[in-house]
């Protein structure tokens, strides 16, 4: 297997490179190697505007197809965005869940007026997603999820819990994994529905962690809807969607969180040096 980088990668990276050392040394110096595990709530705002100027520069979703609002980059390029991504201190990114996750999935499953709906959103950064796939009674055993919704009129009514909800506090939108079916068992029972956060009926609970932070959510369902045509995929087609969505979780970017956990480490002995206990 050949893993050395093309002359056009290589080029692609000198494009990246310059944009983002140049974009991180003004106007957003501060957030600069913020936002990691941890340090998640540090310069929120100031992250969700770095979020917006990646994408009206046309740096957010750069791996999504041209057609759908991305740069359609090969596997190769996306390495490279996430090295060079890691390597200039990029800030921890507040619509990770969107960009990689949610987008992909309505790519695949989704309606072309969902894609319409809600692409552009998650491109420009003005949408926040999260997954509400965790509960606190099955873990993350899908085919066990408790979480019920019923198609009321021309809407969906939710009722329930998840847990573990990354971004839940801030999130706009959630993808949540329920049972649709009452007559269907395990995981022929589940729907994937696309629930507006900021309503009535949907209470998020932050759980504070040992650094004082809350990456992590319960999320409770009381009463929450979203409208009929926010299912993704077809009632009882749940399953499906979900395996779709996992296949794709631990993708390229995953590979820029590796370069990040390089950085830390290396600060990490840095300090170390510096008081005499490297050795």
């Known amino acids: 297997m050949d893993l050395d980088f093309s002359k056009e990668d290589e080029e692609f990276r000198g494009q990246f490179r310059s944009w983002i050392d140049q974009e991180l040394s003004g106007e957003f110096r501060a957030v600069r190697g913020r936002g990691g595990p941890g340090d998640e709530h540090s310069l929120f705002e100031e992250r969700c505007a770095?979020?917006?100027?990646?994408?009206?520069?046309g740096w957010t979703c750069a791996a999504w197809?041209?057609?759908?609002?991305?740069r359609g980059l090969s596997f190769s390029q996306q390495v490279i965005y996430f090295e060079e991504y890691a390597r200039a201190g990029g800030p921890g990114r507040v619509n990770h869940v969107g960009e990689t996750l949610l987008g992909p999935t309505l790519m695949m499953f989704g309606t072309d007026a969902q894609r319409k709906e809600f692409l552009p959103g998650i491109i420009s950064g003005e949408q926040l997603w999260c997954q509400g796939y965790s509960e606190p009674n099955a873990g993350s055993d899908l085919a066990n999820v408790q979480t019920r919704a019923r198609l009321d009129g021309d809407q969906w009514i939710i009722d329930g819990q998840k847990v573990w909800t990354s971004g839940g506090a801030f999130a706009d939108w959630c993808f949540v994994m329920c049972r649709t079916e009452p007559d269907a068992k395990n995981h022929a029972a589940l729907s994937c529905l696309l629930v507006p956060m900021r309503q009535e009926g949907v209470e998020v609970r932050p759980i504070v962690q040992m650094t004082g932070t809350s990456e992590f959510c319960e999320v409770f369902f009381d009463g929450a809807h979203t409208e009929a045509r926010h299912i993704?995929?077809?009632?009882g087609d749940g399953w499906?969607?979900?395996?779709?969505?996992?296949?794709?979780?631990?993708?390229?970017?995953t590979l820029g969180q590796q370069a990040h956990f390089e950085n830390e480490l290396a600060h990490i002995m840095e300090i170390a040096r510096e008081n005499g206990k490297a050795d």
């Open 232 to 235: 993704v995929g077809d009632a």
């Open 50 to 57: 770095w979020e917006r100027h990646l994408g009206k520069s």
């Open 240 to 253: 499906r969607v979900a395996m779709g969505t996992l296949a794709i979780e631990r993708g390229a970017s």
């Open 65 to 70: 197809p041209k057609e759908l609002g991305g």
